[in-house]
Nanobody, 124 residues
Framework: VQLVESGGGLVQAGGSLRLSCAASGFTFDDHAIGWFRQAPGKEREGVSC???????????YYADSVKGRFTMSSDNARNTVYLQMNSLKPEDTAVYYCAASPNYYCSGLRGDYWGQGTQVTVSS
């Protein structure tokens, strides 16, 4: 099982980044997949989650702090999820992790599998 994030970097406030998470080694369609982040000295927090494709609607959920600015999407043919981050703020600075769990719904996303993380730094 492998989750590999990419796309992090340094950006000015107001800018955009697109993170990718490529999954392998498990049945992508049977898993809820989410993005988490952890800033220095803070606890890890959930950012977004997308329901398993088996639910047929692929509903996504977002933390209040990123609603309207971040968009999560899934390319099932590529077993990859994305996080488009717009209007970035310095408080978005964190290591962003991709996680998956063998559950159709985001309520069951407990992080059975984790990626290595990608650093996002937003300068003011």
């Amino acid at each position: 099982v492998q989750l590999v994030e990419s796309g992090g970097g340094l950006v000015q406030a107001g800018g955009s980044l697109r993170l990718s998470c490529a999954a392998s080694g498990f049945t992508f369609d049977d898993h809820a997949i989410g993005w988490f982040r952890q800033a220095p000295g803070k606890e890890r927090e959930g950012v977004s989650c997308i329901k398993s494709r088996r639910t047929s609607d692929g509903t996504t959920y977002y933390a209040d702090s990123v609603k309207g600015r971040f968009t999560m999407s899934s390319d099932n043919a590529r077993n990859t999820v994305y996080l488009q981050m717009n209007s970035l703020k310095p408080e978005d600075t964190a290591v962003y992790y991709c996680a998956a769990s063998p559950n159709y719904y985001c309520s069951g996303l407990r992080g059975d599998y984790w990626g290595q993380g990608t650093q996002v730094t937003v300068s003011s």
